[in-house]
């Protein structure tokens, strides 16, 4: 089978939306593989953050992302065969990864990585640029949103689900601040493409909003 036959199901959407979870769960319910694109520039962020390198050297950050050795396994994220599933998710870490995410050399560097997971019997992926960029193509295109306040509060009770602490009115001017960036960004900037489904999940359970995928992709993919 050509790749660009294989299915491709695309969930982008802003900060903090549920797009992760959500698109994790439907790659399980559909047996398809999975793709967490913003990991990919939250390991090269980790990277960069560890080594010091100066985020707004675009060329030291692209030969980052050039030689990431990394491995998905499941829900874990290995590094040099370090699980970095935890370290990548800190606020310092999702900060700098929406700065470098703005770098067009180090969009086009991770570019054939991420599509090298277009497999059988299927993909989902979610990021800000699947169905735009990566997979202009796809057989689903999901633009999954929430309140910005929603958002926040999502957020905030994952952090400290974990035991960090968090001020949610901080949460919530970064993610009206991270917002602004990804969708002014000259580089794949963040917008609902013509093509893709709106799914607001600002009163929707996780469940609730998997389920709406899933009657999406059957409507839309096996008629």
Same mark, same amino acid.
């Given at each position: #089978? ?16 549920? *797009?992760?979870?959500? @698109? =994790?769960?439907?790659? +399980?319910?559909? @047996? ?13 962020? /980790? ?5 010091? %390198? ?7 950050? %692209?030969?980052?992302a050039?030689?990431? &050795? ?13 699980d970095?599933?935890?370290?990548? !998710? ?10 470098i995410?703005? =770098?067009? *050399? ?7 990585? =991420?599509? @090298?997971?277009? +497999? ?7 990021? !800000?640029? #699947?169905?735009? $960029? ?6 689903? *295109? ?10 926040? /509060?999502?957020?905030?009770? +994952? ?11 901080s949460?919530? +001017? ?5 917002? %602004?960036?990804?969708?002014?960004? &000259? ?6 493409? $013509?093509?893709?489904? /709106? ?13 709406? $995928?899933?009657r ?8």
């Amino acid at each position: #089978m050509e790749t660009g036959a294989i299915p491709v199901i695309t969930i982008d959407g802003p900060s903090a939306s549920g *797009k992760g979870t959500v @698109a =994790q769960i439907v790659a +399980q319910k559909l @047996a398809f593989h999975y793709l967490d694109s913003g990991a990919l520039y939250r390991l090269v962020a /980790l990277i960069a953050i560890r080594s010091n %390198t100066d985020s707004a050297n675009e060329s030291a950050i %692209t030969n980052i992302a050039l030689h990431l &050795d990394v491995n998905f396994d499941g829900s874990s994220v290995q590094l040099n065969d370090e699980d970095v599933s935890d370290a990548i !998710r800190s606020e310092e870490c999702s900060k700098l990864a929406s700065v470098i995410a703005g =770098q067009p *050399k180090v969009r086009t560097a991770l570019l054939q990585r =991420q599509r @090298a997971f277009r +497999q059988l019997p299927g993909l989902v992926t979610d990021g !800000r640029d #699947m169905g735009s $960029v990566v997979f202009p193509d796809a057989s689903l *295109k999901i633009f999954l949103t929430a309140s910005a306040e929603e958002r926040a /509060l999502r957020r905030y009770k +994952q952090l400290i689900e974990k035991g960090i602490n968090a001020n949610i009115q901080s949460l919530l +001017q970064d993610i009206y601040e991270r917002d %602004t960036r990804d969708s002014n960004r &000259d580089a794949a900037p963040l917008k609902q493409e $013509v093509d893709a489904k /709106l799914l607001d999940t600002t009163s929707l359970s996780i469940e609730e909003a998997v389920n709406a $995928v899933l009657r999406l992709y059957n409507k839309t993919c096996k008629n």
